[in-house]
């Protein structure tokens, strides 16, 4: 039976549009899909974008991976999928690959992100925080070099220049002094040095309630994953509790982040014997991260038409100014920061209680 893909999935290219649909065809047969049931699941920051189809087989239903390869390094998904499931993680199982064009028939993890399960008004959801933490710790326990790349100074300063070149510069519109590039390079040289002092391990890079399928009864499933690296330990749990989408208050991030040290040291990770050390070391990366994403935001406003991922940059001016606040190094970054946003300072500094919760 022909494929007709449903008049809410737009195709820019209507080529690309027809590759699709024979791939798709010549899947049905092998994979019991029905063709009437094709529809959006979600699509993201990259170029990539993701159907839902049913089946008649036991799965139910799969997902589909609309990943043009001139745009998407589909091999970094298919081989980093392996990865995490050597590890224990549940991830999707790669079905079929069309390598020529970038189309990729995956199991379906479910409808649901840790995300959507969390009401944001309501209290924390401390449970669902440590089977993240439990996925992510069975993730760095299979660590080793030389398998992903290096999370490196040179991407580490690569991702941290978005920062004056599409932030500042493009969606401010005004390009840095001489005055506040001297400090930015200051900053940007602390912030490099703090993160690589920490020992390396894989690295998801973006691993945070978006990104993770939630079943009850279930490990978190982990998606978007592609672009994972071997760098800072710090990173991860930076990323966890300094969500992009979602915020919490500093003792419910404290209170998961000690949890994570805890157990990460009781499994031989290298996270250290000072907690204080830890999380200072998690403060830096998650700065180096904030600035990083507010210049991703804009260029994909900017550039790529994406406007709805801006709105969250007051979250990230807020979370730099609050780590900023803290150390007397990244002070003129603070005041950097402010006087570009026009803001006076009114947040509460103090610092962190770092005791130990049990």
């Not at 079943?215 to 710090?234: E, K, M, R, W």
């Not at 991922?309 to 190094?329: E, H, N, Q, S």
């Amino acid at each position: 039976m022909p494929v007709t893909p449903p008049s809410d999935i737009a195709w820019a290219d209507p080529a690309r549009q027809q590759l699709f649909t024979r791939w798709l065809h010549a899947q049905m047969p092998v994979f019991q899909l029905q063709p009437g049931s094709l529809r959006m699941a979600s699509a993201d920051a990259s170029f990539r974008r993701y159907f839902r189809i049913d089946s008649t087989d036991a799965a139910g239903s799969r997902i589909i991976m609309d990943a043009p390869p001139d745009k998407e390094d589909n091999a970094a998904f298919v081989r980093i999928a392996a990865l995490l499931r050597e590890a224990g993680l549940r991830v999707p199982e790669v079905l079929h690959w069309e390598q020529e064009n970038g189309f990729l028939l995956l199991s379906d993890l479910g409808a649901h992100t840790m995300m959507q399960s969390i009401d944001p008004q309501g209290p924390p959801p401390l449970a669902r925080y440590q089977e993240a933490v439990d996925a992510l710790i069975a993730w760095q326990l299979a660590s080793r070099p030389g398998v992903l790349p290096a999370y490196d100074e040179a991407l580490l300063r690569r991702e941290l220049q978005l920062f004056p070149d599409w932030y500042i510069t493009r969606h401010k519109g005004q390009a840095p002094t001489p005055a506040q590039d001297k400090v930015l390079q200051a900053a940007f040289d602390a912030i490099v040095s703090e993160n690589l002092a920490w020992p390396s391990v894989f690295v998801h890079r973006d691993f945070m309630p978006r990104n993770l399928m939630y079943t009850p009864g279930q490990a978190p499933g982990v998606l978007d994953f592609q672009d994972a690296v071997y760098g800072p330990i710090t990173y991860d749990i930076a990323s966890l509790m300094r969500d992009a989408f979602i915020s919490w208050d500093e003792d419910f991030c404290l209170d998961v982040t000690v949890r994570y040290w805890d157990r990460a040291r009781k499994a031989g990770l290298p996270v250290g014997d000072d907690f204080g050390q830890f999380y200072r070391g998690v403060e830096w990366m998650g700065l180096q991260r904030h600035l990083k994403v507010a210049g991703i935001f804009a260029r994909l406003t900017l550039r790529d038409g994406k406007p709805k991922y801006l709105a969250d940059a007051p979250r990230f001016i807020g979370y730099i100014r609050a780590t900023c606040a803290r150390y007397v190094a990244l002070r003129p970054l603070l005041k950097l920061v402010e006087d570009l946003e026009g803001i006076t300072p009114a947040i509460n500094l103090a610092p962190p209680d770092l005791r130990r919760r049990d």
